[in-house]
């Protein structure tokens, strides 16, 4: 069984996070950590409100009434470019990339925040753990599958070289075998020492994955708990599958 680690671990730390757009909140009074080495999912249905905590996060929109502590430092109010210097990058929904640009031109993009011009020394690590992207360096990225496109754009976060990658639906839209690949790197990227927080739809897979979970469900987190502990629990059941039909397909 995985443990948490000890208290002073703790590397994302959100305290009471509102989010609204206009009159309509989507968040509400939301609280969670992701402590060091851990690989955290926030499971929930379409609209609970998963990306909106991650962009208010991330700082890409407006947030309320909220302390967002990472590594120690409060970022509630840093702009998206001192968040992603400080090491937490996300990964957006729905594997985008530069179309017009080369798979290797999309790999530097991602070298920028710490290199203005580019970073070429980046580039040999990530082609070893993408063989895949290696063999399609100088590709335009619009001629990659959708697969592929979601890969790159994991490895355009991966080469950022982050404390914590956060992952928003990765599976979106893609095949088993390629839902497996991007997940089973993700898991490798953590047991190298990088935290991941996922967000994800496809229930059994987070779990087989992450070590702890959170619940979420219309902006509020529902419950929460060690993946190993919350596979076959009630509170999964209730929570997540109770009274609202069968889970989202898992492709498996
Ligand atoms: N830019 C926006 N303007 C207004 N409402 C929005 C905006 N983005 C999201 N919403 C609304 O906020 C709520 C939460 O949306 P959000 O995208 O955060 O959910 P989600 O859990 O990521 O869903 P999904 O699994 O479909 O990606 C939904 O009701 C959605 O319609
Ligand atoms: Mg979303």
Redesign the pocket.
């Known amino acids: 069984m995985h443990t948490r680690t000890r208290p002073e671990e703790v590397l994302l730390q959100i305290d009471t996070l509102d989010v609204a ?1 206009g009159k ?1 909140q ?1 968040v509400h009074g939301l609280s969670m950590q992701v402590r060091k080495g851990e690989f955290v999912v926030i499971l ?9 905590l991650l962009h208010a996060v991330s700082g890409l929109i407006p947030k309320q009434a909220v302390r967002v502590h990472f590594k120690g430092q409060d970022i509630s109010s840093a702009t998206p470019r001192h968040i992603v210097r400080q090491g937490l990058v996300q990964v957006l ?1 729905g594997h985008r990339v530069f179309h017009h640009l080369s798979v290797q031109d999309n790999l530097l993009i991602g070298t920028y925040a710490n290199s203005p011009g580019g970073d070429r020394s980046k580039l040999d690590a990530i082609y070893t753990m993408f063989p895949e992207l290696a063999e399609r360096k100088q590709q335009m990225a619009s001629r990659l599958s959708g697969g592929q496109q979601q890969i790159l754009a994991v490895a355009q976060g991966v080469i950022a070289e982050p404390a914590l990658l956060i992952l928003d ?1 990765p599976s979106s839209g893609l095949a088993p075998l390629v839902i497996d690949r991007i997940l089973g790197v993700a898991s490798q990227l953590c047991s190298r020492g990088l935290s991941i927080l996922l967000v994800e ?1 496809l229930v059994d897979k987070a779990l087989r994955h992450a070590h702890y979970a959170y619940l979420m469900e219309t902006g509020r987190i529902a419950g929460a708990g060690f993946t190993d502990e919350l596979r076959d629990s009630d509170l999964l059941q209730r929570v997540y599958l109770g009274g609202h039909g069968p889970t989202p397909a898992e492709n498996a």
């Open positions: 757009y309509a989507v929930g249905r379409n609209g609970a409100g998963k990306s909106s929904e639906e739809q």
